[in-house]
C-alpha cells in the first residue's frame, strides 16, 4: 500500500453528481447517498433559471424546456437549488462545477453566473470546502477575480500542451482532465508545478487502482463506495 504521501491512502473519492449509480444523479438522495458511502467530496453541476436561481442540474433542459428559460418553481422536484444541494453535502468538500457553455441555451458570455455563484458561496462561510471548476477557462478566471483564496480548477477532455503552464500563471489550483485522455507523465507534470489532478470519470476498479497508485490527487466516480474500497485494499483492489 502506497503511503500517505501519495498514492491509495491520499486518493479523493469525489461522487460524480452524488452517489450516481446509487440515486437519481444530482439530487439530495445523491449526494446524502454518497456521505455514507464514505466518499471525500461531491462534484455538482450549477445552472440558472429564468428567476435567477442557482440549481443543481447538469444537462442544459429539463423535460418542461431550458432551465435557463423556467421558473424555479417548473422544473422538476428532484432538481435541487444549490442551497440545498450544498446542505446536503455536509461533511464533504464540494467540486461546485459552473455549466457555461457557449453551445447551450444558457451561456452566459459575461459570466454572471460566476459572479453569482462566488457570492453564494462567500455567504456560506466555508470557503476551504469548495473547489471550482468549468470548461470555460473564462469562467474560473472569474471566480479567481472575485474570491482568489477559493481555489479553482480547468475541468479538459484532452489535456492541452500548456496546460501546466495556464495554471500556474492564472492561479489555479487543480487540472481535472478526462480519465480515457490522462497518462502518467500528465500528473507527474502537474504535480512538479504544484497542480492537483483530479480526474474524471472513473468506475473500473482496475482503473482506479492504477490511478491512486499513480498519485492522482482525486477520482471522480458514479461508484464511490467501490473507490473506497479500492482505496481501503490498495494494490490487492479487486478486478
Not at 446509487?22 to 462534484?43: C, I, K, L, S, W
Not at 459575461?110 to 455563484?117: M, R
Request: net charge negative.
Amino acid at each position: 500500500m502506497v503511503s500517505d504521501d501519495g498514492g491509495y491512502l491520499s486518493v479523493n473519492v469525489i461522487a460524480h453528481r452524488g452517489a450516481s449509480a446509487a440515486e437519481q444523479e444530482n439530487t439530495v438522495q445523491a449526494f446524502r447517498r454518497a456521505t455514507a458511502m464514505g466518499a471525500d467530496a461531491v462534484e455538482l453541476d450549477v445552472r440558472r433559471t429564468s428567476d435567477g436561481v442557482l440549481v443543481v442540474h447538469h444537462d442544459a433542459h429539463v423535460p418542461a424546456g431550458a432551465i435557463v428559460q423556467l421558473r424555479i418553481g417548473e422544473l422538476p422536484a428532484h432538481v435541487p437549488t444549490l442551497a440545498a444541494a450544498l446542505d446536503a453535502c455536509d461533511g464533504m468538500w464540494v467540486n461546485v462545477e459552473i455549466k457555461n457553455d457557449e453551445r447551450e441555451p444558457d451561456f452566459d458570455p459575461t459570466d454572471s453566473i460566476a459572479d453569482e455563484t462566488i457570492a453564494h458561496l462567500l455567504s456560506r462561510d466555508e470557503d476551504e470546502r469548495w473547489l471550482i471548476s468549468s470548461f470555460r477557462l473564462a469562467t474560473i478566471d472569474r471566480c479567481r477575480e472575485l474570491a482568489p483564496h477559493i481555489r479553482t480548477a480547468w475541468l479538459t477532455v484532452a489535456v492541452p500542451p500548456d496546460a501546466v503552464a495556464t495554471l500556474v500563471e492564472r492561479g489555479h489550483a487543480a487540472l481535472h482532465p478526462w480519465v480515457n485522455l490522462l497518462d502518467r507523465p500528465t500528473v507527474d507534470a502537474c504535480h512538479a508545478a504544484g497542480i492537483e489532478v483530479n480526474t474524471w470519470t472513473c468506475d473500473d476498479p482496475v482503473r482506479i487502482a492504477e490511478l491512486a497508485a499513480w498519485g492522482v490527487d482525486g477520482v471522480c466516480t458514479n461508484v464511490p463506495d467501490v473507490a473506497v474500497t479500492v482505496r481501503a485494499q490498495g494494490v490487492d483492489a479487486p478486478g
